[in-house]
């Protein structure tokens, strides 16, 4: 097909009720429902604001006449909801005149916080068991500046020694345990109401350590109580089948998923997010790894959506229930995407078939196989 | 530091000029500046509306009292500035009733066309010359279900070959020859006037085929002949010491550098950001690997941004200028950083400390640790 080189058009008003992209950050935007004082400082990278897709073709393995939305947190400055968390409990560390951050984590976590450090112009550490952890996972914190203290013990002492280092030390943990987390990460729920004009009927959403499922269950109640939605969804929550504590009812000691980001034995906010299905008449249920990867391929390939395996967790989940008991004709899904897949690009390199033989460079043999 | 867990504050008027979050992707935004019909299908990701970052401290380094602001072109749905033109070519291509996609590339445009070909359910190729490229590389392509073509030949060969079949085949040639790629782009310059509120002084940008700065300078064009910006700026271009033709005045046969992403000899779009730097009084140079990889460095550890190597050569541009000639007190500059950081993973491990030493998990000397 050839081209025809487009002239310019003249200048047409611009529709009306588009504002200027001026995104503030979440922290100014949704100031009213966060604890924030008129003078507190404000570490942003401008978090938040992103977008929400509408499901080409996958909503209709849900039922039908299915409104399915995808929340794309991959689109944050780290790559991933973590950020909206952390500018929150940064902005706040600084406002209490801390000096320092700490955390154990190897992942997500510890890539916004040295990210937010970084810009508040803060020092950070991370802790890790030492020679568990691949450097190549550390790659991104490192590059935003932060240390790495590696101890002899494994994960669990790690956050231990974070804990108690916080209590002496002058130094702010911003592990999943810091309230400020949530209160930021909750502005999720904010944005899925003002894209959609109303809350959704369910809300799908990858179990970790619970902390995202409890955010915006919490946001979808400030909201309402607010009078700027008029319902709550169904919080619908998906652990990973080798780390589902949540759905056993007890805590997995070795917890073992492809999708690393919610491979979590005892979650922190285990509770709330119990609390959030019941009070929202929503499940907690578990998905495969291999429901997990089908999901993941199916958003690359039916929407055009790269995401990490943890945050395919929501869809494999939808999918796993639309085929026992289908959504109700008409309901609206909002399907949180919680990280960049360029997080994971092993998971991806892995799927891909390991050598691709070679053509000759003759236009005739290569067009043949443009139409098998 | 301990912490109070905080009472989320009762709910105040949201701040006035602050419209929800409904951005519809680029080209609903800016369609009066566009090549659409009322009837043109749209082929989104919500691409574009990207951050504009203040910067908290590098802009001291270019002047007194400077105005310094990133633009996160990372933050798109595949990772890159492509998007914004291949939501316009693949729209278009769907328009004229192009079932194919094809081209020739193996980094951020095949990955662009792949997620817009999956978003429009039609099928897509990438050509890349056999036995040159790893096929990490191809992995973000391949996930969204491209088809790989290995071509017994070097790149120009397989660029010469997607050339030849867009005529003869039904499949349409979406590399940078492609007009409508550089239509999209140019909404790039209509989000920083827009975010600003004015076009800025200056503009700083890397370049490689140099599509990119011939887009933005359209844009300015276009806004100012609409009057919604009352100036545009100087433009500066930034080319890797190893792939410079536009500083040299030849092509490079065999172009080396770090920034992949700007690893070209024989830039499509040369002449016109030739235009654009004579029109704009502007300048096109070069920076070293080294001048490179320091600001790419900075961006993390002073502002907490993440880019890949190429998007750093704007910033090494105006850090080298600045020690030669300062800017005017009191200017504007916007540095557009074109790709996440997330896409080049290599580049970030191998600037890691191979090793960490460990230490014992005990409190208080990871304390004392903390203090140095």
């Keep these: 097909m050839s081209h025809q080189i487009p002239a310019t058009p003249t200048h047409r008003a611009l529709p009306k009720g588009m504002a200027p992209a001026c995104w503030p950050g979440l922290l100014e935007r949704y100031r009213a429902f966060l604890p924030l004082e008129a003078n507190s400082p404000i570490v942003t990278l401008h978090e938040g604001n992103t977008p929400l897709v509408a499901s080409e073709r996958i909503h209709r393995r849900l039922g039908s006449n299915i409104r399915l939305h995808f929340k794309l947190e991959g689109a944050n400055p780290t790559g991933s909801f973590k950020d909206r968390g952390m500018t929150m409990a940064v902005s706040k560390a600084v406002e209490m005149g801390s000096q320092a951050l700490i955390c154990a984590s190897t ?3 510890s890539a916004a916080m040295a990210a937010y450090a970084a ?3 803060v020092r950070c550490f991370m802790l890790v068991p030492h020679g568990y952890v691949a450097m190549g996972k550390l790659a991104q914190g490192l590059h ?3 240390q790495v203290i590696s101890v002899e013990g ?3 002492q790690a956050l231990s020694i974070v804990r108690e280092l916080s209590v002496s030390y002058p130094v702010t943990l911003v592990n999943s345990v810091n309230p400020f987390r949530i209160e930021g990460q909750k502005t999720g729920a904010f944005e899925v109401v003002d894209q959609l004009g109303e ?8 179990v970790g350590n619970a902390g995202n499922m409890t955010a915006y269950w919490r946001g979808f109640q400030n909201y309402r109580a607010a009078g700027l939605a008029n319902k709550t969804p169904a919080m619908l929550g998906y652990q990973a089948a080798g780390a589902a504590p949540l759905v056993l009812g007890h805590t997995v000691p070795n917890p073992e998923t492809i999708a690393t980001a919610i491979r979590i034995g005892n979650p922190a906010s285990g509770p709330f997010a119990l609390e959030a299905r019941d009070a929202s008449g929503g499940e907690i249920a578990a998905v495969t790894d291999e429901e997990i990867l089908h999901a993941y391929d199916m958003l690359a390939r039916e929407e055009g959506l790269f995401c ?3 945050s395919a967790a929501g869809l494999a989940g939808l999918l ?3 085929r026992v008991r289908p959504f109700p004709e008409g309901s ?3 399907c949180i995407l919680t990280g960049n897949g360029l997080k994971d690009p092993q998971t991806a390199i892995g799927r891909v078939p390991e050598s691709v033989k070679p053509v000759p460079a003759e236009v005739s043999a290569i067009g043949r196989m443009l139409a098998l």
Aim: glycine content about 10%; overall charge negative; proline content about 10%.
């Design 107 to 109: 992942g997500n976590t």
């Design 119 to 121: 810009r508040a112009g």
């Design 144 to 146: 935003y500046g932060a």
């Design 154 to 156: 494994n994960f669990d």
């Design 199 to 206: 809350a959704p009927d369910f809300l799908a959403i990858p």
């Design 308 to 310: 990490e395996p943890a």
């Design 320 to 322: 796993t229930r639309a």
């Design 332 to 334: 609206t899904i909002v």
